[in-house]
């Protein structure tokens, strides 16, 4: 009997104390991520629905860990590292905790709040690089020069906005894609200058270029970025080999017309002519002697 009082004492202590407390559960970020374009990197993640805050910090991996000023105590489910990561090619950390102001104010700062860990993220590896932009400049009949323009960085560095070659350097280099228009036989060039050189044209071909950023040294995954718009040569002297259906119909239909109108108008012109002629004959003829 002692032995049941003993216990109905302490479940009722338990309820008691629960009561108090009321719900300790904390919502941890779920599907936490990276993800980086031109260097701008974002860590996301999604939560339950809940009216509980997250801080983020991040750290060089194995190093200290750091505050991200505008990730303090935030409802929204993504920070901006940016300015915190640069561009650096070294491996950072990134831990989100799930804030309740309920139980800080309970338990004091010591309250084990819970965590959730990103991947290891290096920027300068990892970062997509978006389409390039360029323009064709002719040679001669076999040789253009492609100029690669390279998309700006959300970096500043001495007042300066940077761009993916301020920051990737020599590292950076250029793979091309070509063909002559209308064929399926595609060719590839890795170039090492913006001002890429591209020789052994057919002369009086068309052909359509793409080009992408390329990173050999990066892991294969991140090594290419995304594909510029095509943009096409046009050849001098097989420009009839280009037209589409619709504009050989059109063509055929402008050289019927135009023919139509001239034999019309010669026709025309004929009858006029003898009409003419045949009304002098017979004012000579009428004419007194």
């Known amino acids: 009997m002692a032995c049941i009082k003993t ?14 407390t009321g719900d300790t559960s904390v ?3 779920q599907n936490v991520h ?19 805050t997250y801080t983020v910090m991040y750290s060089e991996k194995d190093h200290n860990w750091m505050d991200v ?6 409802s929204e489910t993504e920070c901006d590292l940016t300015q915190q990561l640069e561009a650096s090619n070294k491996n950072y950390e990134a831990d989100i905790r799930s804030d309740s102001d309920h139980l800080a104010d309970e338990f004091g700062l010591d309250y084990d709040f819970p965590h959730t860990y990103a ?13 390039l932009e360029f323009s064709i400049t002719d040679v001669d009949e076999g040789t253009v020069i492609l100029n690669i323009t390279h998309p700006l960085t959300s970096i500043t560095v001495g007042g300066k906005q940077q761009t993916i070659k301020d920051i990737l350097k020599n ?10 228009s209308g064929s399926t036989g595609k060719k590839d060039k890795i170039a090492d200058s913006s001002s890429a050189e591209v020789s052994g044209l057919d002369a009086g071909q068309s052909y359509c270029f793409m080009v992408a950023a390329f990173i050999p040294s990066r892991p294969k995954a991140t090594q290419l970025g995304a ?8 050849g001098d002297t097989h420009f009839t080999q280009d037209l589409s259906l619709g504009a050989w119909v059109g063509i055929i239909f402008i050289l019927i017309t135009v023919i139509i109108v ?22 000579e003829s009428s004419a007194p002697i």
């Not at 990276?34 to 509980?52: A, C, G």
């Not at 594909?227 to 046009?234: A, L, Y």
């Open 171 to 180: 590292d950076l280099k250029y793979k091309i894609i070509y063909y002559k």
């Open 227 to 234: 594909w510029s718009t095509q943009q096409c040569r046009r």
């Open 69 to 74: 000023d505008n990730c303090f105590s935030m």
């Open 34 to 52: 990276w993800t980086s374009l031109d260097f701008q990197t974002i860590l996301k993640w999604t939560v339950e629905e809940s009216e509980h």
């Open 7 to 20: 216990l109905l004492s302490v479940g009722a202590c338990m309820t008691a104390w629960s009561m108090t």
């Open 27 to 29: 919502p941890k970020a």
């Open 119 to 131: 991947p290891v993220f290096n920027p300068y590896k990892e970062s997509n690089i978006s389409a």
């Open 262 to 283: 001239f034999i019309t108008t010669t026709i025309l012109c004929c009858r006029r002519n003898h009409k003419r002629h045949k009304n002098i004959q017979t004012a």
